[in-house]
């Protein structure tokens, strides 16, 4: 019997979390479900709160507690593990970034480029408070961390404080399903092997009941199966290109290697129907009315068109393998420790680990190879260039961070971009004032 | 249903092996028992062949052939699994090692010192050859190598050779059983993270129920628990010592740190009893005359000190892993593949790998601490100056070895000391004429 | 005293590495100079010829031999440096490749990107046959390489034969000079740490009369003084981004880091002028008109329009240290040996060496900052990838090289890139054929 | 014009020191030379100041100034070069740790085994206290090391403190003289490579003007020179160890390949003529009974017994290559920076550098062959638990630190030692009390 504690509880994927852990409760028998959001979100926080009650009393378990926090402290303490899921200056500081990254003609994807930046400058200051509160209040527990852009967040939080942290993100788990779908498998029978880092990972093995078939399911990709997750357009990859790689790209990698071509979509979509963060907003607000519904205890079906597939999937089965000391192999993000060569040890990289009560344990994977290393370390050194401007408040580590990612990369208007991220989120970023 | 193909079939050590597939029969559903063994151990391997099926039989599993072989070929092809056993020149050759080590003044030790370097020039040429079968013959069978050296031979076989190996050896299991008792705990509540080489590993960490109970362990070993195997003298090691490396050496470290004392007893016993081989040559004679008794359907219980003890289940547990893709933790020899930071990709470790269909992947360690890390190079530097020798027939590599292993050590003696190696050794090695 | 084999002997730049050898004549005691060139180039080589005997009359050395070779074996034979500065397909090769970059929307440069990409293609296979009679003929001989892209073609001599090669480049050189005149100091009081790849390198430290005036220069870059070469259109680089990077880019960097606008400026100079490549052949022909003239017997003034400044400086600098075993520091291409930490052994790097009759040896540098490594490697990465397409043949490599050029990096038309470079350059590539 | 202030500037070498300085006075145009020693040694400083004054004055080179000091401050300020070449516990604490090192049966050599770490342990602190005093008083100032164990010395001060350090030993000088001898050529004419640690450093190729004359050197030391210094035992090494390494061990190589017989030389010296120390006791008494003669004016003759050969040539050769920024090729300690691929980046290495005003930059080495990288890795992690149990006064790093010293390496005695190493040498060991 332990207690989880949900950082950023008022989130809209918060019935996802809790549908999954009632769902496979004699394995996670949680005692409390600790609930913290900010004083502004108290509304959605309480909606989140009254519904897990309902939900939980629909399926016997009226025993476990639901508490709603406006601090940290109370809800920490104690708790074995302490999820991370939240949204530093909300939706509306999305769509801000996604604005500015169009308005100077660049991607305003939420986890990389100008976006993933801005997030990730508001996050790690929140992050990196929770991780102090868990190293003096719940020292044993384990972070585990959806918080977008994850990998960077997740590092910078395993760099800069004692606190244990474990980073989730769906893609992994999207891609075996697709995959498993593909082979027309159980997800069961089908492993894959990812290494690489958040949102850029590659599978670099696909086999079925122990049977190397990654050549077969690469065929299958090329013949126009397309391997996206619903937040990103379906570009197909050229086949020639899939298989001089002999490995299969992440759906964000689209925005690497087809970076015009998302752009336009980007363009046209924030033209007609708004940018993703104003679409979700839409999503959001009708999700609260359904959630509001004292009539509702089950998860309602519109959560599914929210992009937050498999999340509860994966966040109980790694809740459930620490707990149970289970040796489970699962796709986490992790300090890296050498298992991807060439990368620095105290990197944070998505790879394929094993689980018990101590935390994940990547596999050796060794080096990348050439067409994938490149991208993968000037990734990876923005991510450290923004972990430093981050932690440290430091301009000059900002600017060459904007100027290392490929998305970004305009070395002529990287300083007035740079300018408007900083006037722009200003509120959020005390480690700059 | 699968054949498993056993080189060196006529071992005393096989109807261990024998029992533990019986016993787990459901998960290794064994269709054939390929015995291998040289012309000269007819009739040995003829008496284990009848002896195992008698076990089968008493067992209900007549449907299991059991066939033998004195030639590789009809053996191996088509075999899952390839069981190398094998001992080149057999007890007497090792006799001639322990001897010949005593005569120099130094440890006479089967797989370390001059008696392993022996050994392996005299193993590695065969290794070889079964290794050019299996890449003929069952491309896809795994080789697991219970021969020792083992993790030189491995080493060998994973260098030079495209067959799949993987290395065990009964040290692992033996520790983990020992300090299970000692933690007065189940084993399998017990897990131990191993990082290091055959022979010379580590335990680096120890949980009961996922908590860390390794300075509790150490406590106990410093309180006169011995932890040894039953053909290394307990030596108790000194408290100090053990708390300031916190962590757990193996039975086999005593050699290295404790070399004068092993001298002394090696001495001792080799005027009182025989040297070990000579000891265990009267073990064996005695068990094969239990064995050819046509009413013995079980493995006896004298076979307990011959001191394979787990040898049985941990080559069952590999098998059964790789056969079902179970991704089970297991302690094997494998390619480092920078699982221990400082050690070549390619050299061969023994360390917590996850056991699939695909074989065996380590778990990332990092490096070896300043006070394992320098003993771990010059071995690991001299088992690859005997892999060269032993592969190429290179004198001077074969010189370089003997120097470089710190229970050789003395330059003076240590060309006549290759002279006496090459010269006693010279049927079993073609490589060098 | 000793033969110096020119192999592209009929280039335009050959009487500017004639005036340095002739100058420095004490130091580089040649005895023959043996210019190789096609069947095609005869009238050129011929020019060259006549004007380099003309040149050393005038200087009263009429005993250094000057001879006219088109088969590499008789002018190899016996050299002590093989100096190679050919260009297969000349400049109509190189032209088409600009025009191909243009067409694509890409920069179509020669050294980098599609044009580089296509040049190495053309020109490996004929420097791996140089490295190959060098091996048979002139085994101690060094290949002292400047034919473009520099770094990319001598890594692949460098790894796929045994041929002692070293690539110059007149990038650090010009620097030197130029960095050097900013400080208003003596060329020899400066000094310049290096370290990166060919046509991508950095200066990490400047040094005046041994002490550290980094920063001061880097004001003086932020004050206006461009550093360019008259090849590379002066883009001035933005002060905030100099003093956040601590140190100073290459001219080439500009490609990488003001991309649009170095295509803007291509395509405007293609319109007006031609490209590069069209430019240069109107050059080429006013110059070899001057040189058949048999009066001229001096290196004419308008050589240095033709962009190759310093040339011979280093040329012959670098023959003097090897021939005189000097142990003066320079900056080369040669393997990374570890210097530049990340990148592979290997690895063709330009960085500063120790040169003596040994060859180049590079000083420990240690890890690239994050802001350019990303960077770094994945140019590396594209550099070997096209050595295996090159080298190989295999379209494969081909199609990842293009991919992870970051001025290619449209996947989209890579494949139809591909088919173009592999079309348009047909006559040059066996390997592909 | 600048000062040199010499740490222990009462050591009966300092005449060697100033002979030299005094012979290359236009290179190294010294102000003032501040030597500093502890109060109990004011008359042997003393008489040292007066003779340096007259030799200084013999010279015409009454202007350098020749001041005493017995604190660090008034010496360190200003200066340029801060020398240290001093002896904590002076020679009685040396014969202390070799009738030790006998006692328990061990080698007393003073810079390896147990004489080396007791030695490292009373030494560090004082080195930290010249290190803190040059940061804060002459932050620009290099301090040259010549004090033993020089490697583990300046690699601490090198680790923990920011002042500028570079270790210097006469060994590889002192080698470079005897193979240029033993070749019969000039030493100008012969250039060696080295890379290891101190005082276990390999020749790995030697060349004469140019050309590879490696293996015809080892041809000469199989034929029965000796290569040693005249404080070490010469023992031949067998010919067929010197072909298989391909290499020139240092004279201290000795102690570990050759230990039994270094050792009974070792009993039998302290037997009849007392150990190394007590031998040099009474060179040193005789030594300052001729330094104290008024009337002498030069280094005298019998100092060329003391041990110290060549010292003055490379300490005056590293001062002009600073000072003169002169890019000059040496063989010095610094921090690896990857120059020995195994080794950590901030280990202290002894190889090939290039030395100018920025200090010494090593040469990349790549990876130390097998043969050579066990022993190596073994002495680098003593070094570094050495430094950790001086510097922090860590019981269980020096026991580690004994334990890992393969002359040590008895665990059985090992806590014995440890606590008579802290109990005799108690007054100078702070760190533990």
Chains 1, 2, 3, 4 share one sequence.
């Not at 990369?409 to 300083?415: K, P, R, T």
């Amino acid at each position: 019997m332990f207690k989880i504690a949900v950082i950023g509880g008022g989130s809209s994927y918060t019935p996802e979390l809790m549908e999954g852990i009632i769902q496979r409760y004699q394995e996670v028998p949680v005692s409390e479900l600790a609930l913290v959001d900010v004083e502004s979100g108290r509304e959605k926080v309480e909606i989140i709160a009254a519904l897990t009650r309902r939900m939980l009393k629909r399926n016997g378990l009226e025993q476990v507690k639901v508490s709603v926090h406006f601090t940290l402290d109370e809800a920490i303490k104690g708790a074995r593990f302490v999820l991370t899921q939240l949204r530093v200056g909300q939706l509306a500081a999305r769509a801000a970034d996604e604005r500015l990254g169009l308005q100077y003609g660049m991607l305003g994807q939420e986890t990389t480029g100008v976006g993933g930046f801005a997030k990730a400058l508001r996050t790690i200051p929140v992050l990196m408070e929770v991780a102090r509160k868990v190293e003096a209040l719940a020292p044993d527990a384990f972070i585990i961390n959806f918080t977008n852009p994850a990998g960077i967040v997740t590092e910078a939080v395993s760099r800069y404080s004692k606190a244990k942290i474990i980073g989730l993100c769906n893609v992994p788990v999207t891609m075996h399903h697709m995959i498993a779908d593909m082979l027309q498998a159980k997800r069961e029978e089908v492993a894959l092997r990812f290494a690489g880092l958040n949102h850029m990972v590659w599978v670099h093995q696909v086999t079925q009941q122990g049977r190397d078939v990654t050549a077969k399911t690469i065929e299958l990709l090329c013949d126009g199966n397309a391997l996206s997750m619903n937040n990103i357009k379906e570009i197909p990859w050229p086949p020639a290109f899939l298989r001089a790689l002999g490995a299969i790209p992440c759906p964000y990698h689209r925005y690497f290697y087809q970076t015009r071509a998302m752009l336009e979509e980007e363009v046209e979509a924030a033209q007609s129907n708004g940018t993703r963060a104003e679409q979700v907003m839409k999503v959001e607000a009708e999700l609260f009315a359904l959630y509001a519904d004292p009539h509702l205890d089950h998860k309602p079906e519109q959560l599914s068109f929210r992009g937050g597939a498999f999340y509860s999937e994966v966040a109980v089965e790694l809740i459930q393998a620490i707990h149970n000391n289970s040796g489970k192999e699962m796709v986490v993000n992790c300090r890296n420790n050498g298992a991807i060569q060439g990368l620095p040890n105290d990197a944070v990289v998505e790879t394929n680990c094993l689980i018990d009560a101590q935390g994940a344990h990547p596999l050796s994977f060794g080096p990348l190879p050439p067409a994938m290393n490149g991208l993968t370390q000037q990734i990876k050194d923005f991510e450290r260039l923004t972990i430093e401007a981050a932690v440290h408040g430091d301009r000059a580590s900002a600017l060459l961070a904007l100027v290392t990612n490929p998305l970004i990369g305009n070395l002529a208007s990287a300083e007035a971009l740079l300018q408007d991220v900083l006037r722009i989120n200003q509120p959020w970023l005390p480690q700059f004032n």
